[in-house]
């Protein structure tokens, strides 16, 4: 009969992610994964002794359009990073990974320099998570993977609408990647998605591409003058960028180390974080409320007649929460 093998402890999972063992980092992530109570305690043991170690590095949120290269663009842009002697971790957070596998494991792929580059780490999202699930595991992600000494975090939202929010209230600057069409893309771009962007990049900008690029990235910069600036001290910038050519990723890094410089002057930075903390306490205690509250087995027997009532026109939504929260208890 073989023994059952021995858990590491909260110390030995941090000083497996300090040292920058590669398995040990992703088997510390794993553990932050876990919905299992005991994990999830240990787990947050574990952060209890990293969080010293956290918070050195510059944290870039990177969403866009189906099409607009985001694979490719993060594979020259994070190569470039260590080129200069960074080292860059990839996360993703896919909501939408429960319904349709996910895109990211395939991104890997795609990333090709990036995915063995020896001072790269590419994270993808849980699967099968809720938006709340899958975005706290990435915020405690981004803080092991800070520990582990990596100084640039590149979060990928793969899903769209609210997870793009969710990846700007926990990134110090977010970057929309958007792809050349004479304008008539504008259309379909949603004012909320403008407001939240510290930068656009429009894409592909190269060969046939290049000229498309640039009438496109003049109507962007158009469209940003009735847009209400998030900060008062940064008017975000469209620029043109090719992943291929690897041209403009050097001025888009130098837009973001100066957004940083700007900010940090104004003390704006270490507010945001400072908020941005706060905001991730709550909506941990609203998602653990509603893990319990749906878990409570009175609540759990009584939601699918009253879903059927609601439906069917018997009942208002308002009476029915007054009937779940006295099923809880409230």
């Known amino acids: 009969m073989t023994a059952a093998r021995k858990f590491p402890s909260a110390i030995e999972y941090a000083d497996g992610v300090l040292s920058g063992d590669r398995a040990k980092l992703a088997r510390a992530i794993t553990l932050i994964e876990s919905r299992n109570p005991d994990h999830q305690k240990l787990a947050q043991e574990m952060l209890i002794e990293l969080l010293p170690k956290t918070g050195n590095s510059l944290r870039i949120g990177i969403s866009g359009l ?73 915020r405690e992600a981004i803080l092991v993977c800070e520990a582990a000494g990596f100084d640039v975090i590149l979060v990928e939202t793969v899903g769209v609408g609210q997870s793009e929010i969710t990846v700007s209230e926990m990134v110090d600057f977010f970057l929309v990647l958007m792809i050349a069409g004479g304008g008539d893309e504008l259309q379909g771009i949603k004012k909320g998605v403008l407001e939240i962007a510290d930068m656009i990049a429009i894409t592909k900008a190269d060969g046939d591409n290049e000229n498309r690029a640039r009438i496109t990235a003049a109507d962007y910069q158009h469209a940003m003058r009735i847009v209400t600036p998030a900060s008062p001290t940064w008017i975000a910038p469209v620029i043109t960028v ?32 400072r908020a941005q903390m706060l905001r991730w306490m709550w909506a941990m205690v609203e998602d653990r409320l509603m893990t319990t509250l749906k878990s409570e087995p009175a609540v759990k027997t009584l939601v699918p007649a009253l879903e059927k009532d609601i439906a069917a026109g018997k009942l208002t939504p308002a009476l029915a929460v007054e009937r779940i929260l006295k099923a809880f208890g409230m």
């Open 66 to 138: 189906p099409g607009a290269g985001k694979s490719t663009f993060i594979d020259a842009f994070g190569t470039m990073l260590t080129g200069m002697g960074h080292k860059v971790a990839v996360l993703a957070v896919d909501p939408t990974s429960s319904r349709t596998g996910g895109s990211i494991l395939g991104d890997k792929t795609r990333m090709s320099r990036l995915s063995t580059d020896p001072n790269a780490f590419i994270r993808p999202s849980p699967t099968g998570g809720t938006l709340g699930g899958v975005a706290r595991a990435t």
């Open 242 to 273: 090719s992943s291929l050519q690897n041209k403009g990723l050097d001025t888009l890094w130098e837009h973001i180390q100066n957004h940083k410089k700007l900010l940090a002057a104004s003390g704006e930075f270490d507010g945001k974080r």
